[in-house]
């Protein structure tokens, strides 16, 4: 017996750590938490993408802010005339003629009707909103990536409940073949201990499987390449006392000011508000301002003309002029327009208020399940004491002889369950505590 109890004492104060497949690797690097999801974090390509949308957001943002600036162009043209065509002194003649042309001129955009202004207002939420998709993105991957964590801890434990159980019947058939020998008791229960460490050795093949799986799933979330040697670390276990807020409308309160998902709907809403004012702004005149000069060559083939740089010197022409736009009539365009853009707008206030609801809705199961998860974990923990000290006393009947083995058997199976509720239950409480950070911005 305190061979057992020391085998179980020694699984149970092991680092929590596994290192598993064919050809480990002793020296892996444990992996924690924290590091999963950095890691995760920087090489998941869905965050990646993200990044790039923010980046396209950027730019368009700065094309928005170059828009009021003047745009200057110079330009060169040459043309060839054969038959009846234009002579220098303005007449039509039956000719052959060659003109060059030279310009450079620009223009400016003096007023129109706000569009410039609300067009760089609308990059900015929409760059804003790209931002808050990117932290919604990689909010998402903590999330996958503590599941997944909390899966392999899990399976972790089970394999410690599986090896637990092979410890106890593997002393079980010593202790039994050494009776056998004395004559004491016969074969048959001898077998019948042997089948159940048989059973105990599949458990644990099973369990080592479910753990590789885990490993496996947890490797693809960060992208790399095999999950070969891949080693985890139970994180503190005093985060496992942290208090829970007294109820869910304070962390709601916390979550709203710093969730991306709210303040991306948010940030949206507002874009939709400013794409009415852009669509208002068919209804007002534009006011532009142009000028630039101009000059040309022109030659009559055949025939002597002025030289070049003195036709270029003589034809120079400035030029600036304004143009005035006042719309009148355009089939209706510009009211629709704005129709649409107060249609989008309804519809983007009630995605907003959606996601807010949906968040409560949340935070409101995260809550139940971290307080259930935390009373279940107190009560496991009750129950793995009690069952503990009913095997620990049927165990020594057991070997007494003043207890079947059947009776033995149920006192083990109930022990050995109550150890992985007990597992199950601590990391449950941990992954809702940590789903309850998250939610009020930690």
Request: aromatic share 8%; charged share 20%; hydrophobic share 40%.
């Amino acid at each position: 017996m305190n061979k057992i109890m020391k085998t179980t004492a020694f699984l149970f104060s092991m680092m929590m750590c596994i290192c598993i497949a064919n050809g480990q690797h002793a020296n892996s690097t444990p992996w924690s938490l924290e590091s999963c999801v950095q890691y995760a974090l920087n090489h998941n390509l869905t965050v990646k993408q993200s990044e790039n949308a923010v980046a396209q957001r950027e730019v368009e943002l700065n094309t928005a802010k170059n828009s009021v600036w003047p745009v200057f162009q110079a330009s060169a043209s040459q043309n060839f005339s054969f038959g009846r065509g234009l002579s220098e002194d303005n007449t039509y003649v039956s000719s052959n003629t060659a003109n060059t042309s030279f310009g450079v001129g620009g223009s400016m955009n003096l007023f129109t009707g706000f569009r410039v202004k609300n067009n760089i207002t609308m990059g900015k939420l929409n760059l804003e909103a790209a931002n808050a998709d990117c932290d919604k993105a990689k909010e998402d991957i903590r999330i996958a990536v503590t599941q997944a964590y909390m899966l392999i801890l899990y399976n972790i434990e089970l394999c410690k409940v599986a090896e637990l159980q092979i410890v106890i019947d593997s002393t079980q058939v010593e202790r039994l073949t050494a009776l056998r020998d004395a004559g004491k008791i016969g074969p048959a229960e001898v077998s019948s201990r042997k089948s159940t460490l048989a059973q105990s050795r599949l458990t644990l093949t099973q369990a080592r499987n479910n753990l590789r799986i885990a490993i496996l799933d947890m490797t693809q979330l960060l992208e790399l390449p095999s999950p070969e040697g891949f080693v985890v670390v139970a994180p503190d276990e005093s985060v496992l006392v942290t208090d829970i807020l007294s109820d869910p409308e304070q962390i709601f309160a916390q979550a709203v000011a710093v969730r991306p998902a709210v303040k991306a709907e948010e940030m949206r809403t507002e874009a939709a508000e400013t794409n009415i004012k852009l669509a208002k702004a068919g209804w007002w005149p534009t006011l532009s301002m142009n000028g630039g000069v101009i000059t040309d060559y022109y030659a009559l083939l055949g025939h002597t003309s002025k030289g070049f740089a003195s036709q270029l010197g003589d034809n120079f022409s400035p030029y600036v002029g304004i143009t005035l736009n006042v719309p009148i009539f355009n089939r209706l365009e510009t009211r629709n327009n704005v129709r649409k853009a107060k249609l989008l707008l309804e519809s983007q206030q009630l995605q907003s208020e959606n996601v807010r609801k949906a968040l409560y809705k949340e935070i409101q199961q995260a809550y139940y399940n971290a307080v259930a998860a935390r009373e279940k974990w107190l009560s496991s923990g009750v129950a793995e004491a009690s069952a503990r000290e009913n095997f620990e006393l049927s165990e020594a009947l057991y070997e007494a002889g003043k207890r079947t083995s059947t009776e033995f058997n149920e006192a083990k199976n109930n022990y050995l369950q109550a150890v992985s509720n007990l597992a199950q239950a601590r990391c449950e409480y941990f992954y809702q505590v940590q789903l309850l950070e998250l939610y009020r911005g930690n």
